[in-house]
């Protein structure tokens, strides 16, 4: 691996090609980071590891912002830099939602007002970044989407975005155009399955010798599939004083009536208590208030997913190339040692770098066995 530092106005100011190690890591739906150690010799780079510089990787279509740098010395090994640092996507958690704000109808067009309130249009002139800018997809299933959500002001733009996207099963992204712009885009992977015959399979298996020491797991540890959410009716008072509650049962997408149903349910209290027909700038009807709490629920149970995952490691230069063959959010085919393979979605991919030589491993969810052998509810 090789990494260009660039300065704070995207000119490249040293390149790095020598270190004790260097990890590099690309997510989904969440920001990336980086990890680097050298020592003080190593090209001379020391004096351009500053903080919100910018990191990046040919191997790698997102940027890092150098965020955190350590030197240490110790009388055996000298003086070591310890280098540290998030992606793009990393500068919405600079940003809090402002003021309330509900949103309703399609979903990109949400998000797009999320981020243009805190970074490309705020009110305020000072939480402006100059180069941020939202590019808007044309993918229909993204497109299609809606959303129903109201958040307060004091939420984070990163979490809340996170949780739409999770809960939506799409990604998003913040990449650096050829303008020198940050670029914000909602998308979704490409499918590379043996479920289509539309583009060309990508598969990961012992059996091609491009996966190895793979690690299976399948947890329900913190599974639901039922969210109680409860918000409050703004508008009207009981005798006693207190708002009435509006409550919403939410469901799991999919499951079945008896999946549903005794010892199978999972529960969850969901506190939607900052949801009021009462707003700023919108009042909110009763069918209205009542589709921004299910929606607080679907997050909720967005983040106690049954969790199917696999992870191993691939040769980085052979066959299947990380950029070319296949990107973030893909659907990939995938096999381990033991026979079970079935499609699953690229959601992480670490690059790894030291003395003992160069190592990928890419992190498959969301997986669908092709034979699933599992006991069946009920049985």
Known sequence: MEATILNSRFEKVAIIDRFKSFIWTDRYQENGDF???LTLDMDGVFPYLVNDYYLQNDDSVHMMIIQG????TNATDGPTIKVIGYSLE?????????DNTTLGGNFQDGIEKLINDAIIAPSKSERKISNFIFKKSTDSRITALTIDAKYEQHENLYEAINSLCVEKQIGFKVTLNENKQFEFELYKGVDRSYAQQLTPYVVFSPSFENLNNTSYLDSKEDYA????TVGEDGDTQTLSGNPLKITKEVTRDGETQEQLSGMHRCEIY?????ITSEDEDHKMSDAERLKVVAQKGKEALAEKPHTI????????????VYGRDFKMGDVVQIENDYGIKGTSTV??????QDSSG??????????????????PVGS
């Not at 990393?90 to 402002?98: D, P, T, V, Y």
């Not at 959601?347 to 790894?352: D, G, V």
């Not at 160069?358 to 992190?363: H, I, L, M, R, V």
């Open 35 to 37: 990890e680097l150690y």
């Open 69 to 72: 740098m350590l030197l240490e």
């Open 90 to 98: 990393s500068l919405l958690k600079r940003r809090i939602i402002w």
């Open 225 to 228: 599939n039922v969210a109680l």
């Open 270 to 274: 969901v506190d939607a208590g900052s």
């Open 309 to 320: 995952s696999m992870d191993g490691d691939v040769d980085p230069h052979t066959m299947f």
């Open 347 to 352: 959601s992480e991919f670490i690059m790894s």
């Open 358 to 375: 160069e190592t990928s491993y890419p992190t498959f969810t969301d997986f669908v066995s092709a034979d699933d052998n599992r006991i």
